[in-house]
């Protein structure tokens, strides 16, 4: 016998090539290959076929197979056996233990006050299925309390409505044509980078890339000119923009006559903004204002990149209708690339099933309560009575982890810590938030579920296909909500309702399903300059300078800043923004050890002089505080630090940060000026050398 036929032949590997979408709160809502060899996820991959995609994926995505199969994976049911306030600790039961004791809890608090049950959720998938369908119908059936979503995006997507009557924007592909792009409020290379691959593609076209962020990015120190603001200051940035296009007469006359309402009194209150006076409150200087008004006016096509990230302050709201109006003033909307993007959200809006997935009518008529994911410290404080209504008795959590990125955190962890609060997490991973619980449920990941997708950064719909089985005793987010809803006796077939049947009903008649299965992503139809003669989707077709809710927007200063509150900033004299690092995605990725080795571990990017001020030396250790907690991270003395401004990235988890604490120690519940948002951005501290 030869010895080559001594070796046993293992039957041929199974390899196929599964359709995906990734899930994560991006603008890109990239499409996905996986490789499955198997049974098992071996390659990630983004999608050659798919444009704006192009094969590309960022970092994070291209690890998602280390994220899912990590050692700490929750593979079972767990159930807390130590007191809130102790060390958490965990013993895992069977899901039939774990659904029976939660819905014997809910049920109890359902039968007596169904508000004083908190879902609380947000986009840590952003499929429609499992990130509502199921859980809403669940929720409304039992009358719980809503949650207002405005941890992220609220005020700017209100001030896109009450301006342009919808999230609409500019095509991502049409950036690539564009001769002057103002990068605004937006790191694109860390969090937008396949917007980041058309800006690119204009920048070796000739076109001249602006970028407008308090903080030197990665993208700030790739654009010809980097403008460095006060956090919170845009709206007067705007503002004296429109100074300059008035007195210079830039503006396009024809097409405000044409398309905008009510401009006469917007162009008075401009008119109180020379360069001089914006530039102070900007902290720019007047040639600054100046120079940004004149290549604006004369570069068409010009086209504004604008993103969430200039609206977590107080007047982020008005801040984005000002800025919003600005390629009204200059006609930029008659070109293709000219024109401005926040949100795409709107184009995919009339393609939406969302009655048919959520099924408002099983509220039967009954109004519950909203209550404000951005103050969710407060309200699980809440002793209830008066207008709250009910204390909270109970919180489900899925596809969230507050703990870690909620304002405040002082107030939301002994919020969660309450003894007497019955919390449930639905999870990947056991999060600051798992911590706090009383029964971690382990969810399916992207590769293991169903789910269809659109995206508010480009404008073609997506369907995820599950490529490999549930790990463990995972399950998807729906199915946990279907058991749950047997278990509680809940008997609606629309609570059973499987994923498959979900999917079908996701998407309106026009859109073309079976491109959508096959393909795996299908594209909106849209016109090439959708504004070019008007036809915004407001009431009357016209762009609205006034809100009848909000009247004419203006500069509204921050909560907290040297200029609107010079007492609190004696003692706290820093301003400090938390914006994402580049390698994690919000809290998510965190615990991923190749990502958090590039990431290293929190730092403090601050400017010299206010380095040298303090005493305090390159990569030390600093203590950051307020009134409202502390934190400890690295100082990393840079030139992406603007005196006056300290950068924390964030979202560390705060287990995972040196004292225990991360960025949002120190943020506020204060919300945004229009549709209550959280204001992340708007917080002043005091850093001093970290106690050894
Ligand atoms: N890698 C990565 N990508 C992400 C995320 C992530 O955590 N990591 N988060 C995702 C999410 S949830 C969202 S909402 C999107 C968009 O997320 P955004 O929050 O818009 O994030 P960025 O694009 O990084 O833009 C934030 C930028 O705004 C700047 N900034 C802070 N305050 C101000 C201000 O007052 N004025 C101006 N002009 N700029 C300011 C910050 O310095 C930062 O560079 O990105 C998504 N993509
Ligand atoms: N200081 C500061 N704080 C911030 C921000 C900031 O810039 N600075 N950014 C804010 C912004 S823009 C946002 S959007 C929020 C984001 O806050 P969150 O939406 O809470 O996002 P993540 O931190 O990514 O947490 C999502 C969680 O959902 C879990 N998850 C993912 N997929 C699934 C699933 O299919 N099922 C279940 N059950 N769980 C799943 C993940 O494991 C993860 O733990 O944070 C906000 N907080
Ligand atoms: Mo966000």
Redesign the pocket.
């Known amino acids: 016998m030869s010895t080559a036929d001594a070796t046993p032949t293992l039957p041929p590997a199974t390899v196929r090539t599964v359709y995906g979408a990734c ?1 994560h ?1 991006c603008p890109d809502t990239c499409a996905l290959q996986i490789t499955v060899q198997d049974g098992v996820a071996i390659k990630v991959q983004g999608r050659s076929e798919h444009a704006s995609t192009h094969g590309a994926l960022c970092t994070k995505v291209s690890r998602y197979t280390e994220r899912t199969y990590h050692p700490e994976r929750l593979l079972h049911p767990m159930k807390r056996v130590s007191a809130k306030h102790e060390a958490p600790r965990f013993v895992r039961v069977s899901w039939d233990e774990a659904l029976q004791d939660i819905a014997a809890r809910l049920k109890d608090i359902a039968a007596r006050a169904p508000e004083a049950i908190l879902p609380y959720h ?4 952003m ?1 429609l299925i ?1 990130g509502g369908s199921i859980a809403n119908r669940f929720f409304h059936t039992l009358g719980a309390s809503i949650l207002d979503e405005t ?3 609220s005020a700017g997507a209100e001030a896109l409505n009450a301006t342009y009557g919808s999230r609409v924007g500019m095509h991502l592909r049409h950036f690539a044509q564009s001769r002057l792009i103002l990068i605004w409020g937006s790191n694109s290379i860390a969090s937008n980078l396949h917007f980041w691959t058309y800006a690119n593609q204009a920048k070796r076209a000739g076109a001249r890339l602006i970028c407008i962020d308090p903080r030197r990015t990665e993208t700030a120190e790739k654009c010809h000119q980097h403008l460095a603001l006060l956090p919170g200051t845009d709206g007067a940035l705007a503002l004296g923009l429109m100074h300059q296009l008035i007195t210079h007469d830039w503006l396009d006359h024809a097409y405000i006559e044409a398309h905008v309402d009510d401009w006469p009194l917007l162009r008075e209150r401009a008119l109180q903004w020379p360069p001089e006076r914006t530039a102070e409150v900007c902290g720019l200087t007047p040639e600054e204002v100046r120079q940004l008004a004149h290549d604006y006016a004369h570069s068409a096509p010009a086209a504004i990149r604008l993103n ?1 990230g200039m609206q ?1 302050v107080r007047g982020g709201g008005n801040a984005v209708r000002l800025i919003a109006l600005l390629p009204c003033l200059i006609g930029a909307w008659k070109h293709p690339a000219g024109g401005l993007l926040l949100s795409a959200s709107g184009w995919a809006a009339p393609f939406k099933n969302s009655q048919a997935l959520n099924r408002p009518e099983l509220l039967r008529g009954r109004q519950p309560r909203l209550i404000n994911m951005s103050a969710v410290g407060d309200a699980l404080l809440h002793s209830g009575g008066g207008s709250f209504g009910p204390r909270i008795e109970a919180v489900v959590v ?5 703990v ?4 405040d955190s002082s107030r939301v962890v002994a919020g969660f810590q309450r003894s007497d609060l019955f919390t449930v997490v ?4 056991m ?1 600051d938030t798992a911590d706090c619980a009383d029964y971690v449920l382990p ?4 590769l293991e ?1 169903l789910d269809v997708h659109t995206s508010y950064g480009h404008t073609d719909l997506l369907r995820n296909n599950p490529a490999i089985a549930p790990l463990g005793e995972a399950k ?2 729906t199915q946990i909500f279907r058991e749950l809803a047997r278990a509680m006796g809940l008997d609606d077939p629309l609570l059973q309702e499987s994923d498959e049947a979900l999917a079908a009903q996701a998407f309106t008649a026009e859109v073309d399903q079976a491109a959508l299965r096959e393909q795996g992503f299908w594209s909106i139809p849209l016109p090439d300059a959708p504004f070019a003669q008007g036809g915004f989707p407001t009431a009357n077709g016209k762009v609205q300078c006034l809100s009848p809710q909000w009247g004419l927007p203006d500069h509204v200063p921050n909560y907290e800043s040297a200029r609107s509150s010079p007492e609190l900033a004696q003692r706290y004299p820093l301003a400090m923004i ?3 690092a580049r390698n994690f ?4 990725f965190v615990n991923v050890k190749s990502l958090r080795d590039i990431e290293a571990e929190p730092r403090l990017e601050m400017h010299e002089q206010d380095a040298a001020a303090r005493g305090l030396a390159d990569g030390s250790m600093v203590r950051i505080f307020n009134e409202r907690g502390s934190l400890v991270c690295r100082l990393a003395l840079n030139a992406r630090a603007r005196p006056g401004v300290v950068n924390g990235l ?2 560390w988890w705060h287990k995972l940060s040196p004292g225990g604490r991360n ?2 120690a120190v ?1 506020h519940q204060g919300l945004t000026d229009i549709a209550a948002g ?1 204001t ?2 708007d917080c002043l501290v005091q850093v001093e050398a970290a106690p050894t």
């Open positions: 899930p709160d947000y986009a840590g998938t499929g499992q941890i992220c995006a969430y977590r899925y596809n969230s982890n507050p870690a990125v909620a304002p639905l999870e990947h991973f999060t969810a399916t990941t992207q579920h998807p987010n938390s914006p994402p995605l919000n809290s998510s964030g979202i960025v949002n943020t959280a992340f951005y």
